[in-house]
């Protein structure tokens, strides 16, 4: 289980982003992280793998405070472009091989090779879409417990994104793994996810499985989803 306890984060002289975040991750699950644009939902990935230092607060893994070795344990995979524009994606898996032991370059290759992305070409003379599945193989080329993915399907093409994201799965134990994503897009994974994370307000305002969603509240995820901003504003107003 991945937990965050009270988590609180503002950036230098902004206001809190995240205000209160108490979440619970169990492993097996692939879990959609939802909320409109500055939301907090990078930040809180971002917290999540240990590459922001929350003020108060801690995250928890399998039971006790996360260390520097046990988040070894999350491989997190980032909304902006961070990999060098002349490494070819070849280069980039050798690169990653010599940064994460738990990276496999055999796996990572397949997975490239199955969504179908020439890695011998440089990252600048791919596509936006390449990219994005190029940094796909490169995270999940790890075999790690938890996948962050920060918006993984930007950039991709809204006719493919359900087939990767359902081709991508098949490479993961879900027994044994769970993934984690943010976007904006809810109907290409409602077909997929276990469970909906709504933050807002510095909180996550809402954690319900699909089913539920569906069956309890009798509503499609991202009418879900909308109900909790109408909500607010009514209460606001
Ligand atoms: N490096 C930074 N320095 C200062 N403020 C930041 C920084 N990164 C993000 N913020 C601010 O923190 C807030 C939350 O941003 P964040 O990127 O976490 O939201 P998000 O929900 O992922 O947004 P989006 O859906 O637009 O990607 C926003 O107000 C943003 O402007």
């Known amino acids: 289980m991945l937990e965050t306890k009270d988590i609180q984060f503002s950036y230098q002289k902004g206001r809190p982003v995240l205000r209160n975040v108490n979440a619970q991750i169990e492993i097996g ?3 959609v992280l939802a909320g409109e ?3 907090g939902k990078s930040t809180f990935l971002k917290a999540l793998a240990n590459l922001l230092q ?3 607060g801690q995250v928890w893994l399998n039971g006790s405070e996360a260390t ?3 988040l070894s344990e999350i491989a997190f995979m980032p909304d902006d472009q961070l990999y060098h524009p002349y490494l070819t994606g070849e280069q980039l898996f050798t690169f990653l091989a010599s940064q994460f032991r738990d990276f496999e370059r055999a796996r990572a290759k397949e997975i490239a090779d199955y969504l179908r992305v020439d890695i011998t070409t440089t990252v600048s003379a791919m596509s936006k879409g390449n990219i994005s599945r190029l940094k796909l193989a490169a995270v ?6 938890y996948y962050l993915l920060d918006e993984p399907f930007s950039g991709l093409d809204p006719l493919v994104r359900e087939e990767i994201i359902k081709s991508i799965i098949q490479f993961v134990d879900l027994e044994n793994a769970t993934i984690l994503l943010s976007t904006h ?3 290409d994974v409602s077909r997929v996810a276990d469970e909906l994370m709504i933050l807002k307000d510095g909180e996550i305002t809402a954690h319900e499985s699909l089913e539920n969603i569906r069956s309890e509240c009798g509503m499609e995820p991202k009418e879900w989803f909308k109900s909790f901003y109408k909500r607010g504003r009514t209460k606001d107003e």
Request: hydrophobic share 25%.
């Open 54 to 56: 929350p003020q108060s």
């Open 140 to 145: 999940f080329g790890r075999k790690a417990s």
């Open 37 to 39: 644009n500055g939301s």
């Open 68 to 70: 520097r070795t046990s």
């Open 185 to 187: 897009e809810l109907d």
């Open 29 to 31: 699950k692939i879990v």
